[in-house]
């Protein structure tokens, strides 16, 4: 009998420890469809441990064609240091930033990115792409955030929410990139946006009201009630008129990119550029190790500001405005080495 049970109490012991096993495994292979189900790429986007950071992959590539795309961005680096020198008194009219300058530079510490946003440069899709980079694991697809989220502060972090030392680590460690575009093509594309659709009316109230009332003679009552038929040449004459420019800084979606920026105060590793979107955006997720699972969200858009549309914009512009609003934007057109627009008819 005293062997039997012991043959008895060994076989339970297996039994347990088989189950054991079984179930240890069932529950691994729940936890792995969780995180695949989160993360369908099945890999790690939240962090590059052990890995080359982008800032030394950009500079020191490992791979010929990340070398030979370099090229490109060192002469567009130099584009903006050689204009930043040459129109110093105009690049640098303050010496020191404050956290307040620093509000459009969003930060991504798992991947050591800082992406200045410039409002009508694809911002939209970059910061989706910065959510799933910062995210660890929150988002995977771009596209499936909404574009109203991609725009909620909370939902990124920006350099100024950070203490000084921190701040200066991150522009010394981090790769800097902000992505730029033709300004009048950018100015032409704000406008139809913020004054020609109906259903900005927060803009209308802002901005539509104080332009007809300022550049309007006769203006209806209804106009200067509603603000939502703003015609380009009046959006023009407030953005060329000194008043404007003493009164508040111009909003984000029309203001310069040195003035979003800041290019003359710190140092961008990388100028990417609207005309060349997808090529230049798939570069930096390269750089930053996800290039192999994470692409640049693209989509034929219709209703694209194009530059044929913005010549016909400018032509019932006089040359005497056209003069001065070249002015307001000529940093940008010379740091980022876009020529004087054919239509043009400066004085």
């Known amino acids: 009998m005293k062997p039997a049970l012991l043959e008895v109490m060994r076989m339970n012991r297996i039994c347990r420890m088989v189950l054991a096993t079984c179930l240890g495994s069932f529950i691994l292979v729940i936890f792995y469809f969780q995180i695949m189900r989160r993360n369908p790429f099945g890999v790690d986007i939240c962090c590059r441990k052990g890995s080359r950071s982008p800032l030394q992959e950009l500079y020191n590539p490992t791979q010929l064609e990340l070398s030979n795309t370099n090229i490109l961005h060192q002469m567009r680096r130099d584009q903006v240091t050689d204009t930043c020198r040459a129109n110093s008194a105009l ?11 620093l509000k459009h530079l969003v930060v991504d510490e798992d991947h050591e990115l800082i992406y200045c946003y410039v409002p009508k440069v694809a911002c939209t899709n970059w910061k989706r792409l910065m959510m799933v980079l910062s995210g660890r694991g929150k988002y995977s697809d771009p596209m499936e955030i909404p574009a109203n989220e991609a725009h909620v502060s909370a939902n990124l972090k920006t350099l100024n929410q950070y203490s000084i030392p921190e701040i200066n680590h991150r522009l010394k460690s981090y790769m800097k990139f902000l992505f730029v575009r033709e300004p009048f093509e950018r100015l032409v594309s704000a406008y139809r946006n913020k004054f020609t659709q109906k259903y900005n009316t927060s803009f209308h109230k802002r901005y539509g009201t104080k332009i007809i009332r300022r550049q309007r003679k006769n203006a209806t009552q209804e106009a200067l009630r509603r603000g939502d038929d703003v015609r380009f040449e009046e959006f023009v004459a407030y953005l060329i008129d000194p008043h404007t420019q003493r009164e508040e800084p111009f909003n984000e979606h029309w203001q310069t990119v040195h003035s979003l920026c800041h290019p003359c ?63 307001v934007y000529k940093l940008d057109f010379l740091m980022f080495n876009y020529s004087v627009p054919s239509y043009l008819k400066l004085e």
């Open 91 to 101: 690049s640098r009219k303050r010496r020191v930033l404050t956290p307040n300058d």
């Open 265 to 327: 105060h710190i140092h961008y590793d990388l100028v990417g550029k609207y005309e060349t979107l997808e090529e230049d955006s798939n570069y930096v997720l390269q750089l930053a190790g996800v290039g192999s699972y994470l692409k640049f969200p693209t989509y034929a858009k219709s209703t694209r500001t194009t530059d044929e549309m913005t010549t016909e914009f400018f032509q019932n512009i006089s040359s005497e405005h056209q003069t001065q609003l070249y002015e």
